[in-house]
């Protein structure tokens, strides 16, 4: 990031001294800074913008509805290869599993075969535009197949082997895929997993599928026979063919994410090859601070938008290990032992997979060699305090670790780290480069010191282009800008202190708000985890008829303990002492587990919707990790009601 203030300094003329202000500059200036992050990376195109010329890199701020870089073509997978023909004996991938040998792919190895399946899907008939969708793990087939299809311009959604098949349906149907990518099986919990009899399945419910690819693993007879018709991933990677990347435009569509689907079904979030592309230069080269002396790691599945994250560190010649196993194999810390065997320098993760393996007692730099580990990543929830301090105890002493927030809706952060500046428990360092993050109340008014909405006024590149099958935007407009016209409201209540730092509360829909006065979730399930004997808690505040109010709270005690009369009252105590005695629940009940998606966000809204009076149906049981959790909840909010 030094070097780019340099740089900037240098071909701009613009003089930064500090985070912040290179951040104001990246903000007021908008073309200014996306374009010096264009030249600064030497980004590959067959069309380069002309810089200078009115309207090269931001042609319309409208939000929604700016227009990058217009007439710029290029190829987000070319990009991302770049690194072969400099490095070709140079690993690029490590695959991990829990038994399996592990395989390694150098970058000359990944850009074969990136072109030999690339030319398969041509030969598929596959065209730009087309769809391309995978149930697949995090293995390096799933990398290979994400790069074939961006070279032709085709259009990728992937989810993880563990979705039921109406999960599948839910996702896929909606985009209309030609192509399906699977896997024969896979390792997880000590067990072969064998998915050889849901591909019939999956066709079933995906008419428009007219191929299936497997990705191989196991040897002869250790899965189910596959269907005759279906083509071996590792027989085509085999062959011999020249790299080939569709030229498309900066907004051409490159991948389907998608929301957690918590209630309905999950919307289809569309990113562009150009718009992830200079955002994750930006995020990794700076940021970041990757490149190709790094290998990351990242403990994730391919459902969560962390697993794409995972792919762009490559951007920067970064060499990543993939792995598709349990995160418990061999004890709680299995994700310590890749590091430490891989040598791995940075590590993303969950908060939650750290609070667990807190938990746990391992203390894993007694057991490991983590002497290469230099930053961590850490996203999906807030990092409760206590996982703060255990980090720097029991990981490393100097590691830079980055709480960042941001999410699907981006492909990356809003807000999170930076190597200029110190890192403090609880917060986050700041909004990151190109991001005019800020706080409101509900008038539209910046607040300071206080709680408030998060928003962003003014466009990012990696902003959705559109929401799949809504060909009027009225749904992507009215999920960002209803509340504030032109200006992103994401739907978490943040503080954002007088120093730039934020401090994340929880969704803002999530809220809890007792008596007028507002307070994250999470800021209450902190404390409440913090008490010896619980494993996981959540709290809702559900708005009742009549103007009452329901706030309980679920506690999950670890194992060979229940939530008794003494753990009920330490959570009072700890509650009223470290939030405040207005949080105190109204009622703390047991529960066999807390309710979660697939990619580990708590299911707080439908729960508090159950208890606001929706009923069982309104639940999308297939986007949950358990749906006999959803279960338990939806009798307990039955009872409740009919008590009431």
């Known amino acids: 990031m030094r070097a ?7 071909h701009r003329g613009v003089q930064t001294t500090d985070y912040r202000s290179l951040h104001e500059w990246s903000v007021t200036d908008l073309a200014g800074f996306w374009g010096a992050v264009w030249e600064y990376f030497e980004v590959l195109a067959s069309v380069q913008p002309q810089f200078g010329r009115p309207g090269a890199v931001l042609a319309d701020e409208s939000m929604p509805g700016a227009t990058w870089f217009p007439g710029t073509r290029l ?8 690194h072969a023909a400099e490095r070709p004996d140079e690993v690029a991938i490590i695959g991990e599993h829990e038994t399996l040998a592990a395989t390694t792919l150098t970058w000359g190895e990944l850009e074969g075969q990136v072109a030999a399946l690339a030319a398969q899907l041509r030969r598929l008939g596959v065209r730009p535009g087309d769809r391309v969708a995978a149930v697949l793990p995090h293995i390096p087939q799933t990398v290979v197949a994400l790069l074939a299809t961006a070279s032709v311009g085709a259009v990728w959604s992937v989810v993880n082997t563990d979705y039921g098949v109406q999960g599948v349906a839910d996702r896929f149907a909606q985009i209309e895929p030609k192509v399906l990518f699977t896997v024969d099986g896979y390792e997880f919990g000590g067990k072969i997993r064998d998915m050889t009899a849901s591909i019939g399945h999956l066709r079933q419910v995906l008419p428009t599928v007219e191929h299936v690819i497997v990705a191989d693993q196991f040897p002869a007879g250790s899965c189910g026979p596959l269907p005759d018709d279906v083509l071996r991933f590792s027989e085509i990677v085999t062959r011999t063919a020249e790299p080939d990347y ?11 994410l998608y929301s957690s689907g918590t209630t309905g079904k999950p919307k289809g979030i569309v990113h562009s090859h150009g718009g992830v592309l200079v955002e994750v230069l930006k995020a990794n080269g700076l940021h970041y601070d990757l490149g190709p002396d790094h290998r990351a790691y990242f403990a994730v599945s391919t459902t969560w938008v962390v697993w794409n994250m995972v792919v762009d560190t490559m951007i920067v010649g970064t060499s990543i290990v993939t792995y598709d196993g349990s995160p418990t194999h061999d004890g709680p810390a299995r994700h310590f032992e890749l590091i430490s065997r891989h040598q791995a320098t940075f590590f993303g993760t969950g908060a939650a997979v750290l609070t667990m393996i807190e938990k746990s007692g391992v203390v894993p730099n007694t057991r490991y060699d983590l002497s290469r580990l230099k930053a961590m990543m850490v996203t999906g929830s807030p990092l409760p305090d206590s996982t703060w301090d255990w980090i720097y105890r029991a990981v490393g002493q100097d590691l830079r670790v980055g709480s960042d ?38 008038e539209g008014n910046r607040v300071f010191n206080q709680v408030g909405e998060f928003v962003v006024t003014a466009p990012m590149p990696s902003m959705p282009i559109k929401f799949w099958n809504d060909p009027d935007g009225a749904r992507y407009h009215s999920s960002y800008f209803e509340d504030f016209p032109g200006v992103w409201r994401h739907g978490d209540w943040v503080t954002e202190l007088d120093g730039g730092q934020f401090i994340i509360h929880g969704r803002s829909d999530s809220t809890i708000n007792r008596g007028g006065i507002r307070m994250g979730s999470a800021d209450i399930t902190q404390a409440v985890d913090r008490v010896d004997g619980v494993a996981a808690s959540m709290v809702i505040g559900a708005e009742l008829s009549g103007g009452d109010y329901y706030m309980p709270l679920f506690v999950v005690p670890i194992t060979g303990h229940t939530v008794d009369e003494t753990m009920r009252q330490a959570i009072v105590d700890a509650i009223r002492t470290q939030v405040s005695p207005r949080y105190v629940p109204d009622e703390i009940i047991e529960a066999p587990a807390v309710p979660k998606t697939r990619t580990g966000k708590l299911m707080e809204i439908p729960i508090k919707k159950l208890f606001q009076g929706a009923g069982p149906e309104t639940l999308n049981r297939g986007t949950a990790e358990d749906a006999t959790v959803l279960d338990w909840y939806a009798t307990q909010a039955q009872a409740y009601r009919q008590e009431r």
């Open 405 to 442: 927030s941001g999410g699907t809706d981006v492909a990356t952060a809003f807000i999170g780290s930076n190597p200029l500046d110190p890192a403090y428990r609880g917060e986050l360092m700041g909004a990151c480069l190109g991001v005019a993050a800020e706080s409101w109340d509900p």
């Open 4 to 10: 780019f203030q340099r740089w900037v300094a240098e």
């Open 246 to 256: 569709e030229q498309v435009d900066f907004s051409h569509p490159l991948w389907v």
């Open 75 to 82: 190829n987000y997978a070319q990009n991302m290869l770049r």
